[in-house]
């Protein structure tokens, strides 16, 4: 199968740099598949699952944060602001994180304030759900 060269890069660390079959980032309204020879572009990385397929085969998946995907000449490049495997997540952390989202969530809030309160619970649900799909 063809190959591109993927770099996933977080704002703390080089996440991934190598050879890739395939790629899976969300975007806002869904999932954009990437494959060897895409069409040059720039897109928009939402918070929830990457999936990626290395270039032996092996499957791979990642909880990742905002940011931008490009594809230009057979490399895609995505930067985001942070990057987890599946085992890195700390579960508890998640949880407290998520029903303290969810307690802001029912406040009375700003529009910046509820924006912030909605990125917070997409984040920690992401981790949960990562985790628990993945970690058994």
């Known amino acids: 199968m063809s190959t591109f060269r993927?770099?996933?890069?977080?704002?703390?660390?080089?996440f991934y740099n190598g050879?890739?079959?395939?790629?899976?980032?969300?975007?806002?309204?869904?999932?954009?598949?990437?494959?060897?020879?895409?069409?040059?572009?720039v897109i928009s990385t939402d918070i929830g699952e990457l999936r990626y397929t290395?270039?032996?085969?092996?499957?791979e998946v990642a909880v990742v944060g905002y940011g931008f995907t490009q594809v230009m000449?057979?490399?895609?490049?995505?930067?985001?602001?942070?990057?987890?495997?599946?085992?890195?997540?700390?579960?508890?952390?998640?949880?407290e994180a998520e029903e303290r989202a969810m307690e802001q969530l029912?406040?009375?809030?700003?529009?910046?304030e509820y924006n912030h309160s909605q990125a917070s619970l997409a984040r920690a649900m992401s981790r949960?759900?990562?985790t628990g799909k993945y970690n058994r």
């Open 19 to 41: 050879p890739a079959q395939s790629l899976v980032v969300p975007v806002e309204d869904g999932e954009k598949a990437i494959l060897a020879h895409h069409e040059n572009m």
């Open 54 to 59: 290395t270039g032996d085969g092996k499957k």
């Open 73 to 95: 000449n057979n490399r895609v490049l995505v930067l985001v602001d942070s990057a987890e495997h599946p085992d890195e997540v700390d579960v508890k952390r998640a949880i």
């Open 128 to 130: 949960l759900k990562v």
């Open 106 to 112: 029912r406040q009375k809030q700003s529009i910046r």
């Open 6 to 14: 993927l770099t996933i890069l977080a704002s703390d660390r080089e």
